[in-house]
């Protein structure tokens, strides 16, 4: 079984800074891409973020600029740190990792969310 449990998250002004942390444990084999998605709400989840084993990472364009992903792979860790917040950033924010357990077969694993408010 795989685990993923998110930390961070909370109320700030505009402008203001979170760092969201995610990780995951477990029957890891390995692990491909671990992002972020949100969730206003009445909309539809969003992606907000990834980043593959290699590095490569994947913004929408309303964040580019003003978040970054980073991992640690030794760890299964994944952090976005979210600078110049606006109101709009508001959601619940779920971490997701493409993993196996098993070789050859992969999955979606998401964490319970965590909640972003961005006060104006």
């Known amino acids: 079984q795989v685990r993923v449990v998110e930390s961070g998250g909370g109320l700030v002004q505009a402008g203001g800074s979170l760092r969201l942390s995610c990780a995951a444990s477990?029957?890891?084999?390995?692990?491909?891409?671990m992002g972020w998605y949100r969730q206003a709400p009445e909309k539809q989840r969003e992606l907000v973020a990834d980043?593959?084993?290699?590095?490569?990472?994947k913004y929408v364009d309303s964040v580019k600029g003003r978040f970054t992903i980073s991992r640690d792979n030794a760890k299964n860790t994944v952090t976005l740190q979210m600078n110049s917040l606006k109101p709009e950033d508001t959601a619940v924010y779920y971490c997701?990792?493409?993993?196996?357990?098993?070789?050859?077969?992969?999955?979606?694993?998401w964490g319970q969310g965590t909640q972003v408010t961005v006060s104006s």
């Open positions: 980043i593959t084993s290699g590095g490569i990472t």
């Open positions: 997701k990792v493409v993993a196996t357990a098993n070789p050859g077969v992969w999955y979606n694993y």
């Open positions: 477990g029957s890891i084999v390995s692990i491909a891409v």
